[in-house]
């Protein structure tokens, strides 16, 4: 008996449309996956978008609007299987960088001043999670096109997806690079999530973490040894706090709160 | 009243829509909406290191990622005396060429030709044009290849920094890329051909201002110090405020842009309209071909001018190799200063962008940026009002929906640096009444009255006003009366021109615009030369509206007609309380 091909929307909240362009990006498979899989809705690369019941949505982008927000509840709702992708969707982003609410407010005067918006009200970035049950994160800046494939695969196949718990460390240590904290170079691998293939130790950058944190970080070590390798507080916080949104907020909330 | 709207916008990047409302047979309304949300980069950059800031800003968008790179790097360098060495400039360049192709192949082949032979989208396209849809993700596929060979990864490669790249190129990368980009050359002709020869529709066409970099070596180019319009004036990039006047508009978080009180357009369309001359080989051959009048005033040819550009990046990869191949990988280059300002301006795949930095001792102190789709919104707006307005006069109602969204593709628009929607809707009867309430809760309204006296419905406006006054209104003036030392000057109060109008609507049918559309619209421009006279500015003129009565004759000698007088009528009663 032929099986059905499973229903999957690709949807883009705010944020810099990098994955739904890494899926476009998969030139040599984005004919294939169109084939293997029914692709109700892809905004960036079709106009006969059908909203109906579907399989697996996979979502991108931060909500930052109350139509972001309108839009994930009803994706939810159509969707048996949500699947976050990229780092805005799984732990806000750059985006989401403002953690403090107030904070987040008084940036928003100062680029749009007093301006009334009439077509949706703004509202503070937050991932996915903060609204819905997520079921799966592809972490990324933008995602990785193999490990998307990878994932959409075993989801097709009725699998969950088996991704990186270790850090980009890991990864670089397979690339056999040289350590760049060693050479007093304040690198984020340690803390954040494997998956880019150590992409920027690998081109003697530090990794900067835009893949959020990883599943086993642990910031209070690398807080403490960034500290005694003489690196400067605020700038650790500043560079932990610069991609990983939400997903740092406990952690620098309680470093802040705490006497220098 | 009706409205069309396309509320998702597909095939193009990032989320927004446009909203057009038809009265009758005026098109009384056109937004071009830009979903996104708002995500404050400007000020996630403060307090930043220059290094930080070039983590954080190629993050704005996703397909010109390596051209916000690009501006940023090029301002900050300016800010911090940093002189880049000659290698670094030459991969810098490839790397863009390399995004050029990516994003010009992407648009031409997989957004916008499907719309040209009517499919929606390229894989059903594929279907009957395979050579076209496989010639266009190969092409693509090379421009990834490039960028992710210089910048570390497809999307947000961190590889290009201040002064250097992390990690050069080796030789044998740079040879496979020259090597390919001349085995492309056949693809690129062909590409060129089918683009510019499509039969581009006549609907919009108008024409505009065009502005784009001016690359100081004389030669075509995407980036340089300054700018050129395509009315001959350069402007210095680090007075891009000058050409930018950024403003804000209440129905999308994106900025709008207006030169001298007018939209303009960048993209490839300005560069070839600025800059075609200067193309060489067979880019140059090919723009002689098929270069006419025409891509002056039709956004459509956006697209044609987009394959000349995918031409002209094969021809000039080679040349930027074959040079970079004969200089040694340089050594980093140190900070001149710690504290400055610097403007970078590059030509991103959609058009102009502008980084702009002040650098206090290492930290960023004040970011703007301004992105393309930002400046091109208003002439979005501008000629998907025409493409509705001139459709809606010949009765082809049906076709604004289409049209619409293939001026707005046209444009390339790249939606998350700031749309998927088009809706045309219809006012609801007497829609009119609500907005003057709405404008006249906004300050007490100034009005003018324009027309002909003895000239039946044509004194309209002027019996209007002088009825207005009877009311005891005191803000009423009549167009005579007006002169330099006697004019509304108040600014902040909304300004109305009463006048009869020919919308070729039944008589008495009251229609309020804003005027910069009765500007835009051809069958009612004429109009306008009643106001030139008049001491107002031209963006006080912009920002006021026309209340316009259809006249049932314009007879010389006639009484204004009971249609019109019912309908004069109607205004006061509005107004009255």
């Known amino acids: 008996m032929k099986k059905d091909k499973l229903k999957i929307g690709i949807y883009e909240l705010t944020g810099c449309a990098g994955d739904a362009l890494l899926i476009l990006d998969c030139e040599d498979e984005i004919i294939n996956i169109f084939h293997a899989a029914d692709i109700q809705s892809f905004l960036m690369a079709k106009s006969d978008n059908i909203d109906g019941a579907l399989d697996v949505a996979l979502v991108e982008g931060s909500v930052s609007t109350e139509k972001d927000l309108k839009e994930l509840l009803d994706i939810r709702k159509r969707a048996k299987v949500l699947v976050a992708i990229g780092l805005c969707a799984s732990v806000g982003g750059n985006q989401a960088a403002f953690l403090n609410p107030r904070e987040w407010e008084e940036n928003l005067k100062k680029v749009y001043g007093r301006t009334e918006m009439t077509h949706t009200k703004p509202l503070h970035s937050k991932p996915l999670n903060a609204y819905v049950k997520v079921d799966y994160y592809l972490p990324g800046c933008p995602i990785d096109r193999e490990q998307f494939l990878s994932t959409l695969t075993r989801l097709l196949d009725g699998h969950p997806p088996e991704l990186h718990r270790f850090p980009v460390c890991v990864e670089c240590k397979w690339r056999e690079n040289d350590c760049l904290l060693n050479r007093g170079i304040l690198c984020l691998g340690p803390l954040t999530a494997a998956g880019c293939r150590a992409v920027c130790p690998s081109h003697n950058l530090p990794c900067v973490g835009c893949w959020g944190p990883a599943e086993e970080a642990n910031h209070t070590a690398e807080y403490q040894l960034l500290l005694d390798k003489g690196f400067d507080r605020e700038m650790i916080l500043r560079k932990m706090s610069t991609f990983s949104g939400t997903g740092i907020a406990d952690f620098a909330a309680r470093i802040r709160g705490e006497k220098k | ?577």
């Open chain 2, 1 to 577: 009243m009706k409205t069309i709207s396309i509320s998702h916008l597909a095939r193009v990047e990032g989320a927004g829509g446009v909203t057009a409302t038809i009265d009758g047979q005026v098109v009384t309304d056109v937004k071009f909406i830009i979903n996104e949300g708002p995500r404050l980069f400007e000020r996630l950059t403060i307090g930043k290191t220059p290094e930080e800031d070039l983590n954080i800003v190629p993050r704005i968008c996703a397909i010109c990622t390596l051209s916000h790179r690009f501006a940023a790097l090029r301002a900050l360098e300016k800010a911090l005396a940093i002189k880049e060495p000659a290698k670094v400039s030459l991969l810098r360049e490839l790397m863009h060429l390399g995004e050029m192709i990516e994003s010009h192949s992407l648009h031409v082949y997989l957004l916008a030709l499907p719309d040209y032979l009517g499919y929606p989208n390229a894989i059903a396209m594929a279907s009957k044009y395979g050579f076209e849809a496989k010639v266009g993700l190969e092409m693509k596929q090379f421009g990834n290849h490039i960028m992710k060979t210089l910048s570390g990864r497809f999307v947000h490669g961190e590889n290009p920094v201040l002064g250097a790249f992390g990690r050069y190129p080796t030789r044998d990368e740079l040879v496979f890329i020259k090597n390919r980009a001349v085995q492309f050359l056949p693809f690129a002709l062909r590409t060129v051909q089918l683009m510019c020869e499509l039969p581009y529709p006549e609907i919009p066409e108008s024409d505009t201002l065009f502005i784009c970099c001016h690359p100081a070596n004389g030669q075509f180019g995407f980036m340089g110090d300054k700018v050129i319009l395509s009315n001959g004036e350069l402007i210095d990039a680090q007075e891009y405020k000058k050409v930018t006047n950024e403003f804000i508009v209440s129905h999308s978080y994106c900025k709008r842009s207006q030169y001298d009180g007018k939209p303009y357009s960048v993209g490839a369309l300005a560069r070839i309209n600025n800059l075609g001359e200067r193309l060489e080989g067979e880019a140059g051959r090919a723009f002689k071909k098929y270069y006419n009048a025409r891509w002056k005033r039709n956004p459509l040819f956006n697209n044609a001018a987009q394959a000349l550009e995918i031409l002209y990046s094969f021809e000039r990869i080679p040349q930027v190799i074959e040079e970079a191949l004969n200089m040694p990988d340089p050594e980093p280059v140190a900070w001149g200063r710690d504290t400055g300002k610097g403007v970078g301006a590059v030509e991103a795949p959609r058009g102009l962008l502008f980084h702009a930095y002040d650098i206090s001792a290492g930290r960023i102190a004040h970011t703007d940026i301004v992105t393309p789709t930002a400046q091109n919104a208003e002439d979005i707006e501008r000629y998907c009002f025409i493409a509705a307005q001139t459709l809606l006069k010949k009765g082809e109602e049906d076709k604004i929906k289409d049209r619409m969204d293939l001026v707005i593709r046209a444009f390339d628009p790249c939606i998350s640096c700031s749309a998927h929607m088009v809706q045309v809707k219809q006012a609801p009867n007497g829609d009119w009444k609500n907005r003057l309430k709405e404008l006249a809760s906004g300050g007490d309204v100034v009005f003018v009255g324009l027309g002909r006296e003895d000239r039946s419905d044509d004194a309209a406006g002027l019996e209007l006003a002088r009825l207005l006054r009877e009311r005891g209104s005191k803000d009423v003036w009549l167009a005579e009366e007006l002169s330099g030392d006697s004019a509304p000057t108040d600014g902040a109060r909304p300004l109305v021109f009463l006048d009869a109008v020919d919308f070729g609507e039944k008589p008495g049918k009251i229609c309020l615009l804003p005027m910069r559309y009765v500007l835009w619209n051809s069958s009612l421009s004429h109009r306008l030369a009643a106001l030139t006279g008049l001491p107002l500015d031209s963006k006080r003129l912009l920002e006021a509206h026309l209340l316009g009565i259809q006249p049932a004759s314009i007879a010389q000698g006639d009484p204004i007609s009971a249609e019109v007088r019912e309908a004069l009528n109607g205004v006061l009663e509005i107004l009255g309380n």
